[in-house]
């Protein structure tokens, strides 16, 4: 999964990346506006965390243009404005959940999972499909009832499939979620990780489609 | 004592005083002229005397008549229906010139021989005092002698006088009464005052509108207001400091809190100690936030009545700098100061130390190690002085030149409070001088303040 962060704070963003990314998230980080906007543009993310005071471009105006661009990135708004009147205006810009600081760690998490689960048109917590069950709190993966210990990578690749059965996930898409813009990939990391999930799991379960990506059958 | 108290018991007492006055000297006065109506009637009767006295018939020394009619006339006073309260019994003797007594009221004094002093006299005879009008007729022969008992005479006036000093008795308590009730009557304004201002609390401090509002009190009220004015404009900006305060501690605060709980889950004794570390530095950033708050706080309203004197410039920067002279060391950046020159400058000395401190703290945190940062005094021809400070830090993004003055704005830096320069900015607009910055050239940054002889 990957997340864009726009937070202005050094500090604060990172303690925010620290937090997520043991999560498993990639997490972007952005200190500015327009820069954000640029991202926003060419880029897909999972979720936006965002900050509202922010330089050059402020966050509801940001997150304004985004909903114009016919955007649905879902986007939690932090931030430090507690008045009700600013909660309601962030929420009708189009903000899905607003988190004040200061914010509990565990609840920004939880929060965090929420969206992503509500913007996968899910309202499970367990993401299950083909006998192979997935805890995004808990990042736990079991197949066919019996639990099956997984690296936080090879959970992120298979959460990203998981999440669209049936659906075509290009190799673009998986390594810039899983590495976002931070870490250099070695070319065949891909291979490796799915390599490694069909033999945890079962074979059939994820399909290559040769110079495309990969997929999750939507019947096995 | 109350203010009706405070007026009323010195008016009473003046008001006694006076009326005691006034009545003594009535009293004294009308005393002495009832006297006088009284000699007046004593000569008139001796006159009368005189004139029954002629009417007799040549030769007639019937005396006994004569007796007996002056005795009923004079003498029986009080009696029968025709009486006046304030009629007095007078006596009578009659002398010829030689001394010899021809008539006298059974009642008049006995005296070996007419008195000497002609007209009103008083006389003792027998240990009484006599009140008397002597008349001599000459072509009589006679000498007419008409008087009255002295003590019945003073009761007749005491009692007259007595009259005339009821009304005072009576109107004093009368008056003071009446006095007390105009007072009251007068302080209305005043209670409806009191009234007012009791309504009103620090919610609401609307300014006083008394109507009608007499003449004298319009002063009060127009103070009254002016008070209530500064006490709303001092709880405004108390009440929006303490929210300023609230909502930007918020920040600080989720970094405390982010990376004490990436310190509770972190996986590894490195990333505890990572985590530790943002820790730390975010509590000395909320340290900062919080003196920096305070200063704010106390430097807001000391800047509504700057303390402008002249003040010796460059002592006062070099004082300023050997202050920070520590931190310069700790960041390893060291710390010039340009300008020997002495200079004299009108300003608010406390203002422009902090003002000062927080430019050259801001150009010591930005600057890199093995850098210096360097203060520059310039007089000018004109008077005004420049004050720069230059450092070799980044600079400033032009862009949000504008947001570098706000409150809690700190370009990113995770160790400023954002509060430096919103102060400097405050205190400037303050002291009647300017702050320009701008990058250099070079590189670094020169923060320039412009102070105008004041």
């Known amino acids: ?220 | 004592m109350s203010v009706r108290a405070r007026i009323l018991v010195p008016v009473l007492i003046l008001v006694l005083i006076g009326d005691v006055l006034i009545s003594w000297l009535a009293l004294r006065d009308s005393h002495h002229e009832i006297e006088e109506v009284y000699d007046a009637q004593l000569a008139q009767s001796a006159r009368l005397l005189q004139g029954v006295l002629r009417q007799r018939a040549q030769g007639e020394n019937d005396w006994e008549r004569l007796y007996q009619a002056f005795d009923d006339a004079m003498s029986r006073v009080g009696d029968g229906e025709a009486a006046h309260p304030y009629e007095t019994r007078l006596t009578f003797q009659v002398w010829r010139t030689s001394g010899e007594l021809l008539v006298r009221s059974a009642e008049a004094p006995v005296l070996e021989f007419p008195p000497t002093t002609l007209g009103s006299h008083d006389l003792m005879e027998n240990g009484r005092d006599w009140c008397a009008f002597l008349l001599a007729d000459p072509q009589q022969g006679l000498l007419i002698w008409v008087g009255e008992r002295d003590d019945i005479r003073q009761d007749l006036i005491q009692r007259i006088v007595r009259h005339t000093l009821w009304p005072t008795l009576i109107g004093v308590p009368l008056l003071a009464a009446l006095i007390w009730l105009t007072i009251g009557w007068g302080f209305k304004p005043l209670r409806a005052m009191t009234q007012a201002i009791r309504g009103h609390n620090t919610d609401t401090l609307q300014p006083l509108q008394l109507r009608p509002l007499p003449v004298d009190l319009a002063p009060m009220q127009t103070a009254l207001n002016g008070l209530l004015g500064q006490i709303d404009t001092l709880l405004e900006r108390e009440r929006r400091f303490i929210a300023d305060a609230a909502h930007e501690l918020r920040t600080p605060l989720a970094i405390l809190r982010i990376h004490a709980q990436n310190a509770q889950h972190a996986g590894t004794a490195q990333q505890r100690e990572e985590a530790l570390e943002f820790l730390v530095s975010g509590v000395d950033r909320a340290t900062r936030i919080g003196s920096q708050l305070l200063t704010m706080a106390r430097i807001e309203p000391h800047l509504n009545n700057p303390d402008i004197r002249a003040v010796e410039l460059t002592a006062l920067v070099r004082e300023e700098l050997a202050e920070l002279t520590p931190l310069a060391l700790e960041k390893e950046v060291e710390l010039v100061l340009d300008g020997d020159l002495d200079c004299e400058i009108r300003t608010d000395p406390v203002a422009l130390a902090i003002a000062l401190q927080n430019l050259v703290t801001n150009a010591l945190n930005f600057s890199p190690p093995g850098s210096e940062v360097r203060v520059r005094v310039r007089p000018q021809a004109s008077g005004a002085v420049y004050i720069s400070v230059v450092d070799s830090g980044p600079g400033i993004d032009e862009a949000a030149y504008a947001r570098l003055f706000e409150r809690f704005y700190s370009q990113g830096n995770a160790n400023g409070a954002g509060l430096g320069l919103a102060i400097v900015e405050m205190i400037v607009g303050k002291i009647g001088s300017s702050l320009k910055l701008y990058n250099l050239p070079q590189g670094g940054l020169c923060a320039e303040l412009r102070l105008n002889q004041r």
């Open chain 1, 1 to 220: 999964m990957r997340l864009l962060l726009v937070e202005d704070d050094r500090a604060l963003g990172l303690g925010i990346r620290v937090a997520l990314s043991a999560e498993g998230y990639t997490l972007d980080w952005l200190q500015d506006g327009v820069g954000a906007q640029h991202a926003l543009r060419s880029e897909t993310f999972d979720l936006l965390l965002l900050d509202l005071g922010l330089p050059r471009l402020d966050g509801l105006t940001l997150l304004q243009q985004l909903r114009a661009d016919q955007h649905d990135l879902p986007v939690l708004i932090l931030t430090a404005r507690d008045g009700t009147a600013e909660r309601i205006a962030g929420l009708d810009a189009g903000a899905d959940d607003y988190l004040i600081k200061p914010f509990d760690v565990d609840e920004l998490k939880a929060r965090v999972r929420a969206l992503l689960r509500r913007s996968q048109g899910r309202a499970q917590p367990l993401i299950e499909h083909a006998g192979v069950s997935l805890d995004p709190a808990t990042q736990q993966v079991s197949y066919q009832g019996h639990e099956v210990v997984v690296t936080p990578m090879e959970y992120q690749l298979l959460h990203q499939l998981m999440v669209r059965p049936g659906k075509v996930v290009t190799r673009e898409r998986l390594s810039r979620a899983l590495y976002g813009w931070q870490d250099r990939v070695e070319s065949n990391t891909l291979e490796v990780l799915i390599h490694n999930l069909r033999k945890k799991l079962c074979t059939e379960l994820i399909r290559t489609v040769r110079g495309v990506g990969y997929v999750v059958e939507l019947r096995p």
